[in-house]
């Protein structure tokens, strides 16, 4: 596997970020994350407003600040102290999910979300994955991948399934799922599954929410998804993408809404 770096921001330590991050993410209370040193991946529920506001309790405890763009296909940028045009992200979001470059010894970080698990009501919100979340699924996989490009380099069967965590707000409905993609016929399809958190291999056991395709039109792509309030007390979910075009099949990214 190579990798490529796109931005000399963009740092090897935020890919294995990216990777890792996610599954060592831990649950919290809904109104508070949990921060350890080096880059945390967050979902904001604080009002809108730049980035040194809505981060104003960590100010000196982090360098960089990083949120996926999906209709730029790039990430946004916001690091104290560099100059002006350097940064690219200008406001963080209710709903955002954001990276945090944190330098601190370890504290809890209180996102904006309400206390005891609940969310808000009436409101919508989007997570984005970059393909550089997506792990293979066999150790014998041989692909290539940047920050937001994924494709094996054959097609034999270890390269063709990859699989990324997704961490969605507790509580919330989702509604659709937008994909991003290189490919003809069907050699793309990705999904976004769930199952049971006492689940370990039983493929009866999970369950289909959204599916894009290649064969069922042009990229970006978005699928509505089945009725289904997100429960991450009782279940886990996660994106499957499969690759079987070789080269040609190219995964970018993917971008997840939602209602509360």
Known sequence: MRTRLLAALLTPALVLALLAG???????????????R????????????????????????????????????????YAPGVPGFVNTLT???????????????GREFNTGAPPSGSVPAGGSGKISIAASTFVPASDLAVY?????QLYPLNTDPASQ?????????????ITTMTAAFEGTGDTVKI??????ITNGDTPGAVYILAEVRSNAGPSPQTASAYAHQVDN?????????????????????????YTY
């Open 22 to 36: 996610a599954f060592l993410a831990r649950e919290r209370a809904a109104s508070a994350a949990q921060l350890l």
């Open 38 to 77: 080096g880059w945390n991946n967050i979902a904001y529920f604080g009002q809108a407003a730049p980035p040194a506001q809505a981060l104003a309790p960590l100010t000196g405890e982090y360098t960089a600040v990083y949120r996926w763009d999906p209709a730029t296909q790039a990430y946004q940028l």
């Open 91 to 105: 406001t963080i979001n209710p709903g955002d999910a954001i990276w945090v470059h944190y330098t601190g010894s």
């Open 144 to 148: 290539e991948k940047s920050f937001n």
């Open 161 to 173: 399934r990859y699989f990324a965590p997704v961490h969605l707000p507790h509580g919330a409905t």
């Open 191 to 196: 999904r976004l599954d769930y199952t049971p």
């Open 233 to 257: 007390g009782a279940n886990v979910y996660f994106l499957v993408v499969d690759l079987t075009g070789g080269t040609a099949s190219k995964l970018r990214g993917v971008t997840i809404s």
